[in-house]
């Protein structure tokens, strides 16, 4: 545990630091107003462009050659790739990168694809990679189709009110489903002059592929198995009625999307290959415009050469910018600043307010509004961008026609509330447990139910326009927070690295609320925030904790997840203990010349055990906005001169 500082070195010192993160933040904004960061995450998303180029026949070599150097410069020392910074080898993400490196040109004779290929065997080997790994490698006639799961293109006929529809999945899920219906439909192989029978630690006649069982022979998870069977078995019958409708409505359901997106990989990667399964040229327009909008993630690295490219999995514009202007507001930035009002005046041209997207099949009532992750993402508004949207914009001072947006924006976020209280990212309840336990779900991620994080924010947000706990909206969020706290005190955060995440996102709905330090549930979550912190002062958790389900420790103090602990005990009443004055000390200290901090470890969240991301602004703003926050509550208790 952190010693007690010298208060009287806090008073002054915070002030400084902050001033000079402000500064470089301001520095950093566009001509348009907003703030981009560069989203980190491993190397299969660089890998998955080179096997798209491949597939569509569209190779550009200067690409294929950055992607395929950064690869080989993220390979860790026993030839694996990992899915974070030093996180263990992952064998699917190995399979993806040593496939991609071949496909570039590179022979497995060379000594990174050997220790790569050592380390593939001793995981098992191909029989082992997961479900998307196998349908990269049968695009090329690696694997034969029949290893995938099957994906009736019937499926996507299914009303949206139907059980079973696709609209019970999430939005990121059904993003890559509908493509993929229509290239299991078509099942197309691109042929390559190679194989990857070196992968195998099986000889050919003893290859068998499939899907894991649960040790419950009469589960879920076990009959979708034996209907996986069944479905394989109806391919075989010539008579497929309403085949062609329902090609024809994904094919126009992935079109439509596409048009009103520069989403995400994979999703617009799928898009690209399930038209160009179904026999259109590379010169389509929805293939190029996936190929436009997956070049345009593409990041160059000029220090090296020839230089590296690091492809992106998406870009986060309006998720980076309403957290810098609300850490910039919190830092003592004025309402009026042109430059906030500027970056305020960029996110009122961007809300979406007259499509609604796909989350209007689960709240059919709601009005069209909110704000993308992205740039342009039309059919996928989300309640995490929307709600931070709001705090910032509230803050600001703007004429009458931004409170008419901001009303609407509010509208649409208590509508999309869900059942049991919470609140989820893109969806109101997203809540079919049934969809994790399909084998095309090995990864486990194909639901949006409410978090804690996004709930506890809501809350939070809600306080600012006079919600207060007797509100039925307010009574329904506190319980299910208060149903989500873990037995050790915290919460867990669904989209950042996760149990300090949540836990501050709570705590700052709760005193918000009007729950003091002294009540149980406050006291819990602070004792256990204070009993993780390092003894250098900072906070620092693994990624580990997201797919083990339980709290794991980084052993090392990061910059975002110091700001996090930080502000939820502040937010519980200990801005006077040791605990947050080591927390802030540890900032200060840390602070870069600039007036930023470093920080190369993921703590972002995409999918538990499969998918996590740096976002490179993360070390940026949180520190901002608890010293921000600190430095407030320092002014605003010392007697009046």
């Known amino acids: 545990m952190a010693t007690q500082l010298n208060l009287k070195l806090h008073i002054s010192s915070p002030e400084e630091s902050l001033k000079k993160a402000r500064a470089f933040l301001f520095s950093q904004q566009s001509e348009k107003g907003y703030w981009w960061y560069t989203l980190e995450s491993n190397e299969t998303i660089g890998a998955g462009f080179i096997q798209l180029m491949h597939f569509l026949g569209a190779v550009d070599k200067s690409t294929q050659r950055g992607l395929a150097d950064r690869i080989l410069s993220e390979q860790s020392p026993d030839g694996s790739w990992a899915l974070f910074y030093k996180g263990e080898g992952d064998l699917s993400t190995t399979v993806e990168c040593y496939f991609s490196l071949r496909l570039a040109g590179h022979s497995p004779s060379e000594e990174p694809l050997q220790r790569a290929r050592a380390f593939i065997l001793s995981r098992g080997g191909l029989l082992k990679i997961r479900v998307f790994t196998r349908i990269h490698l049968a695009l090329f006639g690696i694997l034969p189709w029949s290893v995938c799961p099957s994906m009736p293109i019937w499926f996507v006929l299914l009303p949206h009110w139907c059980r ?92 439509g999307h596409i048009d009103r997106t520069e989403d995400i990989y994979p999703a617009m990667a799928y898009g690209a290959i399930g038209i160009k399964a179904m026999g259109y040229p590379i010169t389509d327009r929805t293939i190029q ?80 509004s909110g704000w993308s992750f992205e740039f342009h993402n039309d059919d996928f508004p989300d309640v995490d961008d929307t709600l ?184 519980a009443g200990e801005k006077d203990s040791p605990s947050v004055q080591s927390g802030i000390e540890w900032l200060i200290q840390n602070q870069n010349e600039e007036g930023g901090w470093e920080e190369p470890y993921f703590t972002g969240t995409g999918f538990p055990g499969h998918f996590y991301i740096r976002y490179h602004g993360y070390c940026q703003y949180f520190p901002l906005l608890a010293l921000g926050k600190y430095c407030r509550l320092i002014r605003d208790s010392l007697p009046a001169s």
């Open 164 to 255: 079973v529809s696709i609209y019970e999945f999430s939005s990121w899920a059904r993003s890559c489903i509908v493509p993929l219906l229509l290239t299991y439909t078509f099942k197309p192989v691109t042929p390559i002059t190679f194989n990857l029978d070196e992968l195998f630690c099986e000889p050919k006649e003893l290859r068998k592929f499939c899907f894991p069982k649960s040790s419950s022979f009469f589960s879920l998870h076990n009959f979708f198995i034996f209907f996986d069977k069944i479905l394989k078995w109806a391919e075989l019958i010539p008579w497929h009625p309403g085949k062609k409708q329902a090609i024809r409505k994904a094919h126009d359901w992935v079109r």
């Open 388 to 571: 931070q949207a709001l705090a910032f914009l509230m803050k600001l001072d703007f004429p009458q026609e931004a409170k008419i947006t901001i009303t609407r924006a509010l509208d649409w976020l208590l509508s999309m509330q869900s059942k049991n209280g919470g609140w989820a990212a893109f969806d109101k309840n997203n809540l079919a447990q049934w969809v994790n336990k399909i084998p095309f779900a090995d990864h486990g991620a194909c639901l949006d139910p409410p978090t804690p994080d996004l709930t506890g924010r809501m809350v939070e947000l809600l306080s600012h326009f006079g919600y207060t706990s007797e509100h039925p909206v307010i009574q329904r969020a506190l319980d299910f927070l208060l149903k989500h706290q873990e037995t050790f005190g915290g919460w867990k955060g669904r989209w950042a690295v996760n149990y300090v995440f949540g836990t501050w996102c709570v705590l700052e709905g709760l005193r918000a609320m009007g729950y003091s330090r002294e009540s149980p549930r406050i006291k819990k979550a602070s004792q256990w925030l204070k009993s993780i912190q390092n003894p250098d002062g900072g906070w620092g958790e693994s990624c580990l904790s997201d797919a083990r389900g339980t709290y794991v420790p980084l052993n090392t103090s990061t910059a975002s997840q110091t700001a996090w602990a930080a502000m939820g005990l502040i937010a």
């Open 289 to 368: 415009k996936c190929l436009r909008g997956l070049r345009s993630f593409q990041q160059i690295s000029p220090k090296s050469s020839p230089p590296l490219i690091h492809q992106q999995a998406c870009i986060s514009p309006h998720w980076d910018t309403p957290w810098v202007a609300s850490a910039l507001l919190e830092a003592g930035a004025s309402p009026q600043d042109p430059r906030l009002i500027k970056a305020g005046r960029y996110f009122l041209q961007k809300e979406i307010k007259n499509f609604c997207g796909d989350w209007r099949f689960k709240n059919p009532r709601g009005v069209a």
